[in-house]
T-cell receptor, first 113, second 113 residues
Framework: DTAVSQTPKYLVTQMGNDKSIKCEQN?????MYWYKQDSKKFLKIMFS???????INETVPNRFSPKSPDKAHLNLHINSLELGDSAVYFC????????????FGEGSWLTVV | AQSVAQPEDQVNVAEGNPLTVKCTYS??????LFWYVQYPNRGLQFLLK??????LVKGSYGFEAEFNKSQTSFHLKKPSALVSDSALYFC???????????FGKGTKLSVIP
């Protein structure tokens, strides 16, 4: 059973399109995240939700909008996609607090052409 | 502000030899330190963490790491490298009250048969 699952795994789309990535965790965690990994493999947090409440919103364009319908789900919607949005997007979850292990999904490879 | 440094972009080691992947950190307060591994086209897998207590932490797949407060380091080690250990390794830093991890840039480990 996959602990953190995200779909789709691969996504190729044209500039200007709108796309969504869905994420679900079955670990019973209260906190969920979206991380972005760029072409140089650098990982940076985008958003964090705790009990459906947004608690971290890093400097991310307004075109990116997370939505957490419940504690087990955190979706990422991206409007007006740009070439620079091409990256791997990782969903993750943990219990709240810095000492808890964050568990990652397998990633969604987004290519904007 | 907190930061993590992985000074080596790449580490090459012969199969059967011991391996070390270096990590240093900077944070005010007590650090929570993590190691993750990423295989090609996969998500990040948790290896081990240091929260408190014994400075030597043992983790998955025979890996261990030693927390050194005076040198602000948390190097990942394994006594005998396997070809299957070849992957990208990330050191990450958390702290109390934080809802995110700060990642190092990653170190590519290549184990040569």
């Amino acid at each position: 059973d996959t602990a953190v699952s995200q779909t789709p795994k691969y996504l190729v789309t044209q500039m200007g399109n709108d796309k969504s990535i869905k994420c679900e965790q079955n670990l019973g965690h209260d906190t969920m995240y979206w991380y972005k990994q760029d072409s140089k493999k650098f990982l940076k947090i985008m958003f964090s939700y705790n009990n459906k409440e947004l608690i971290i919103n890093e400097t991310v364009p307004n075109r990116f909008s997370p939505k957490s319908p419940d504690k087990a789900h955190l979706n990422l919607h991206i409007n007006s996609l740009e070439l620079g949005d091409s990256a791997v997007y990782f969903c993750a979850s943990s219990q709240p607090g810095g000492q808890y292990t964050i568990y990652f999904g397998e990633g969604s490879w987004l290519t904007v052409v | 502000a907190q930061s993590v440094a992985q000074p080596e972009d790449q580490v090459n080691v012969a199969e059967g030899n011991p391996l070390t992947v270096k990590c240093t950190y900077s944070v005010s307060g007590n650090p929570y330190l993590f190691w993750y591994v990423q295989y090609p086209n996969r998500g990040l897998q948790f290896l081990l963490k240091y929260i408190t207590g014994d400075n030597l932490v043992k983790g998955s797949y025979g890996f261990e790491a030693e927390f050194n407060k005076s040198q602000t380091s948390f190097h990942l080690k394994k006594p005998s490298a396997l070809v299957s250990d070849s992957a990208l390794y990330f050191c990450a830093l958390g702290r109390a009250g934080s809802y995110q991890l700060t990642f190092g840039k990653g170190t590519k480990l290549s184990v040569i048969p």
